[in-house]
């Protein structure tokens, strides 16, 4: 099997597209096509189906690109091993973020690994969890900070953190700031993200366990989007407080604690427990661990602090009022 063969076979998987694979790989779309249909040959399957938005592999092009990518990481880990025996240190490492906490740790992990690792060619992405747990699972990306990982005996995980979500609303709805309980948000007019979103996921489960389900009045995917209409009408949502610090003013909306039971979400590290590190990706895990402990989570602690001491006023000023 040529490996570079596999390697644009690959491409063409996670791209989707022979024409997107083509443009990253820098190769002409022809010889790309070529190239594929050798492997196709050699292995006498047919390994993609065209459909009218791109390609998708078929269940022998799948079961290739899983051994694919396991066969491409260890060709990276010799690579690596062979440079380090010149004095050469690099590699390339991808990690996946949050969309929420990406804006807080992008441009501190890139800055922390250009300056420790600066023969490392490091990929950021962020997305959903569920999205980044798969692309964990077929080598895509090398480590991601997840919410909520779904238990799988193909993932290692080292918790980060906890943190609560609340009850988030505009002044459109009268402000109580008292908790309330997850059976009456259930009955709230949600405006919540679409599935698979880590808090939709959260919503949903812990609603079941109480015997009820949410009402959702309309789905909106993305922080931003969801306070934007929050602010200008009615409905309700279900934030974490320091994502809605992030994107917006904590005066123009009022909040309350979620009970019985409370709604949290853990944050975790995850790399694949099917795939060996190499000591770039380890070097990498080594640096997001600590930005994390010594930057992320000191942060949030900071912000939730003053949010609480902000989220007081707020609610003493309303009630002088």
Known sequence: MDLKQ????????????????????????????????LLEVELRQNLLTRTGRGVVATEAGKLLAQHGHLIMHQVDIAHEELDKLRGNTGGHVTVGLPTGLSKLLAVKLISEVRTRLPNAQL???????????????????????????????????????????????G??????????????VSKLPLIIPQRPHEIRNVVETKMTEVGCKPNIMLEVDGVSAILDV??????????????VAIYSKLSRYHFQPIISPALESTLSLATSSKRQLTSTQKAVEEIVLEICHDTLVPAIEREMKDLTTELRTITNST???
């Open 171 to 184: 002044s459109c709805n009268a402000g109580k700031n008292s908790p309330i309980t997850l059976r009456d």
């Open 6 to 37: 596999l390697q644009y076979f690959l491409c063409v998987v996670d791209q989707g597209s022979f024409t997107k694979a083509a443009r990253m790989l820098d190769v002409a779309q022809p010889a790309l096509s070529r190239q594929v249909r």
């Open 319 to 321: 009630a002088n009022a």
């Open 230 to 243: 929050l602010a200008t009408g009615p409905g309700y949502a279900i934030l974490p407080l320091y994502a």
């Open 123 to 169: 990929s950021v992405s962020d997305g959903l969890s569920v999205s980044m747990q798969e692309s964990i699972l077929n080598g895509r990306l090398d480590m991601a900070l997840l919410y909520r990982p779904q238990p799988s005996p193909d993932i290692d995980t080292t918790p980060i953190m906890k943190e609560e979500l609340y009850l988030v609303y």
